[in-house]
């Protein structure tokens, strides 16, 4: 039988990131990796939850292993609602307002939801692949939208929204993460997030708000700086999502959206067929931590940790690649972002690093929809050691400036 003539079109069009191709590349043991982007697993509660965990195994006994209903327990929703309220300046009813399987089930839903093939999805130079694939998935056109020093270009963002109009194309969704962006570090100024909102109201366009990272602020950022897009005024057209696992443990996959109800109940149709619910027991066990009022404490610690191995990051660039290079200060969250001279291509000099230094990154590109970017990278600080940043930013300066020469 020729299988590959019962692949749907959808399924056609799929593709592994080049970044997940390099997996078994960067993460070898002996490598010194600034590739893994996700958090450090000594931030992860895990005695705190280890506790939660015997106590609703104790108190619930099999109910705790049950089917949960699809748009999530009713308890945790209204506690992310009264979080996002009180910290974050988002108010939402209950109605717009759904659990879901991690960001990333988010996205994919969101994706069925709202994209046909051939609209139009605007994102950010450089962006989130994880986001991009997704779209890409429902055949959506790709647009990336150039970078200032406080945010998306908004002039470029209007031109090529009425570009992909009169080209035929329907301008859909713009799809943003404006605190501490994956993968460049990047953040927002105040005026570009409320210019967004009128940009999209305008043209008739939706935003995607991707706050994962948000809770992860240093000392001395205002959070009141870092509000949300969907927190300002006339932001009815903005869908947000965030999420737990990079304040709590990413294996819980627990993360919420809120929007428009008509879009909510939707995305709730589509649960229903995608996994039918939520993890029950990892819902139980967020709601106890909540109830507990033990989160914020541990925000506290997870953004210390973090801060101090970006310091140090930024600290070894100045020794090693003040010549070489130029990069950004994140003001929080994983990530920072690396520009080369634009003859050095970073994906090349990532197999010489692993090859012959033992130390990985990853390079710029695969983040640019247009193809551009091989002269930079993203370094991820979580996961390294504070002395294998010093020693793994050494080696990796002296390959640019064989590179360079």
Same mark, same amino acid.
């Given at each position: 039988?020729?299988?590959?003539?019962?692949?749907?079109?959808?399924?056609?069009?799929?593709?592994?990131?080049?970044?997940?191709? !390099?997996?078994?590349?960067?993460?070898? *043991?002996?490598?010194?990796? =600034?590739?893994?982007?996700? *958090?450090?697993?000594?931030?992860?509660?895990?005695?705190?939850?280890?506790?939660?965990?015997?106590?609703? +195994?104790?108190?619930?006994?099999?109910?705790? =292993?049950?089917?949960?209903?699809?748009?999530?327990?009713?308890?945790?929703?209204?506690?992310?609602?009264?979080?996002?309220?009180?910290?974050?300046?988002?108010?939402?009813?209950?109605?717009?307002? %759904?659990?879901?399987?991690?960001?990333?089930?988010?996205?994919?839903?969101?994706?069925? +939801?709202?994209?046909?093939?051939?609209?139009? +999805?605007?994102?950010?130079?450089?962006?989130? %692949?994880?986001?991009?694939?997704?779209?890409?998935?429902?055949?959506?056109?790709?647009?990336?939208?150039?970078?200032?020093?406080?945010?998306?270009?908004?002039?470029?963002?209007?031109?090529?929204?009425?570009?992909?109009?009169?080209?035929?194309?329907? *301008?859909?969704?713009?799809?943003?993460?404006?605190?501490?962006?994956?993968?460049?570090?990047?953040?927002?100024? #105040?005026?570009?997030?409320?210019? #967004?909102?009128?940009?999209?109201? $305008?043209?008739?366009?939706?935003?995607?708000?991707?706050?994962?990272?948000?809770?992860?602020?240093?000392?001395?950022?205002?959070?009141?700086?870092?509000?949300?897009?969907?927190?300002?005024?006339?932001?009815?057209?903005?869908?947000?999502?965030?999420?737990?696992?990079?304040?709590?443990?990413?294996?819980?996959?627990?993360?919420? %959206?809120?929007?428009?109800?008509? %879009?909510?109940?939707?995305?709730?149709?589509?649960?229903?067929?995608?996994?039918?619910?939520?993890?029950?027991?990892?819902?139980?066990?967020?709601?106890?931590?909540?109830?507990?009022?033990? !989160?914020?404490?541990?925000?506290?610690?997870?953004?210390?940790?973090?801060?101090?191995?970006?310091?140090?990051?930024?600290?070894?660039?100045?020794?090693?690649?003040?010549?070489?290079?130029?990069?950004?200060?994140?003001?929080?969250?994983?990530?920072?972002?690396?520009?080369? !001279?634009?003859?050095?291509?970073?994906?090349?000099?990532?197999?010489?690093?692993?090859? $012959?230094?033992?130390?990985?990154?990853?390079?710029?590109?695969? =983040?640019?929809?247009?193809?551009?970017?091989?002269?930079? #990278?993203?370094?991820?600080?979580?996961?390294?050691?504070?002395?294998?940043?010093?020693?793994?930013?050494?080696?990796?300066?002296? !390959?640019?400036?064989?590179?360079?020469?």
């Amino acid at each position: 039988m020729p299988f590959d003539e019962m692949i749907s079109e959808d399924a056609k069009v799929m593709k592994s990131s080049l970044i997940r191709q !390099l997996t078994g590349l960067v993460n070898q *043991p002996d490598v010194i990796s =600034f590739a893994t982007g996700s *958090p450090n697993a000594e931030m992860f509660p895990h005695e705190q939850l280890a506790e939660i965990f015997n106590d609703l +195994v104790e108190a619930e006994k099999g109910k705790l =292993f049950q089917y949960s209903v699809t748009r999530g327990n009713a308890e945790l929703i209204e506690a992310v609602r009264e979080r996002n309220a009180r910290v974050h300046g988002i108010e939402a009813a209950t109605e717009e307002t %759904i659990l879901v399987s991690g960001s990333q089930q988010g996205l994919d839903f969101i994706a069925r +939801v709202l994209l046909d093939p051939g609209d139009t +999805v605007f994102v950010e130079l450089p962006n989130y %692949i994880g986001a991009t694939a997704s779209f890409e998935n429902y055949r959506a056109r790709m647009v990336g939208v150039n970078k200032t020093p406080d945010g998306m270009d908004l002039d470029d963002l209007r031109a090529k929204i009425r570009q992909a109009r009169s080209e035929g194309s329907t *301008p859909k969704l713009i799809y943003v993460i404006p605190n501490f962006q994956n993968p460049s570090g990047h953040t927002w100024d #105040l005026p570009t997030r409320e210019g #967004l909102i009128k940009v999209a109201r $305008e043209e008739n366009v939706l935003i995607i708000e991707d706050d994962a990272y948000g809770e992860i602020y240093f000392s001395g950022d205002d959070p009141e700086i870092l509000k949300p897009i969907k927190s300002h005024d006339g932001a009815e057209n903005v869908i947000y999502m965030s999420t737990f696992s990079k304040v709590l443990a990413p294996g819980l996959r627990v993360a919420w %959206i809120v929007g428009p109800q008509e %879009i909510v109940r939707r995305i709730e149709l589509t649960k229903e067929t995608g996994d039918l619910c939520t993890s029950t027991v990892s819902q139980k066990l967020i709601l106890e931590y909540l109830k507990r009022d033990w !989160l914020d404490a541990h925000l506290a610690e997870v953004r210390g940790f973090y801060e101090t191995k970006c310091i140090l990051m930024q600290a070894a660039l100045e020794n090693h690649m003040a010549k070489l290079a130029k990069w950004n200060r994140p003001q929080g969250g994983l990530f920072l972002w690396v520009e080369l !001279l634009e003859q050095i291509d970073t994906l090349p000099l990532l197999r010489q690093a692993v090859e $012959e230094e033992r130390v990985a990154f990853i390079p710029g590109q695969p =983040f640019f929809v247009d193809g551009s970017g091989s002269n930079t #990278l993203r370094l991820s600080f979580s996961n390294v050691s504070d002395d294998n940043i010093e020693l793994g930013l050494e080696k990796i300066s002296g !390959l640019i400036a064989q590179a360079a020469r």
